[in-house]
């Protein structure tokens, strides 16, 4: 019988105060968090005109990554 890995990246975490401002402040597993993260930057249309690899974080977004 295969071994069903336990992935890490489906381990819910609970969002910081900061990431909450962008995700909500429920448990969420990491893969659903960079999802939300890519609602939110494309709702808030934060990627870059020129450059989409690019992104213009707006206030909520660098108090995430600072």
């Known amino acids: 019988m295969a071994k069903k890995a336990t992935s890490a990246f489906m381990k819910e ?3 910081s105060d900061e990431l909450a401002k962008v995700v ?3 448990p969420l597993p990491r893969t659903e968090v960079v999802k939300k993260l890519w609602l939110y ?3 808030n249309n934060l990627q ?5 690899r690019n992104i213009n974080a707006d ?3 660098k108090a995430v990554f600072s």
């Open 13 to 15: 975490l609970t969002p």
């Open 24 to 26: 909500g402040s429920k």
């Open 41 to 43: 930057i494309k709702k």
């Open 48 to 52: 870059d005109k020129k450059n989409r």
């Open 59 to 61: 206030t909520n977004l």
